[in-house]
Nanobody
Framework: QVQLVESGGGLVQAGVSLRLSCAAS????????MAWFRQAPAKEREFVAG????????DYADFVKGRFTISRDNSKNTVDLQMGNLKPEDTAVYFC?????????????????????WGQGTQVTVSS
């Protein structure tokens, strides 16, 4: 079992930066690829960014490319999402997710059913 706890959300103005963090506990951390998803009110949960087990590969949704950066620290069992130039449309609950990636360690997956473990989410609200 893997437990994920997100932190770092809040209310910010458009144009600023914010850093989300996800702390993991449980099974060997390096077995897992990680991702951030988000869900806005009345919308489907969507992929934001993903990172493979050792940080050697990352992938981003088009709407965050150039603004967001995902990273992980395997010595601390954390994965972060650095968000820059935030926009009101980035307002959502942000979720950390993990999947066992030993079968395909270099692939970044972007669909919610691909991920086995989820955090409770952290709210990010961007005002205009």
């Amino acid at each position: 079992q893997v437990q994920l706890v997100e932190s770092g959300g809040g209310l910010v103005q458009a144009g600023v930066s914010l850093r989300l963090s996800c702390a993991a506990s449980g099974r060997p951390w390096t077995n897992y690829a990680m991702a951030w998803f988000r869900q806005a009110p009345a919308k489907e949960r969507e992929f934001v960014a993903g990172i493979n087990w050792n940080g050697g590969r990352t992938d981003y949704a088009d709407f965050v490319k150039g603004r967001f950066t995902i990273s992980r620290d395997n010595s601390k069992n954390t994965v972060d999402l650095q968000m820059g130039n935030l926009k009101p449309e980035d307002t959502a609950v942000y979720f950390c997710a993990a999947r066992d990636s030993r079968a395909n360690p270099w692939t970044i997956l972007s669909n919610t059913p691909d991920y086995e473990y989820w955090g409770q989410g952290t709210q990010v609200t961007v005002s205009s």
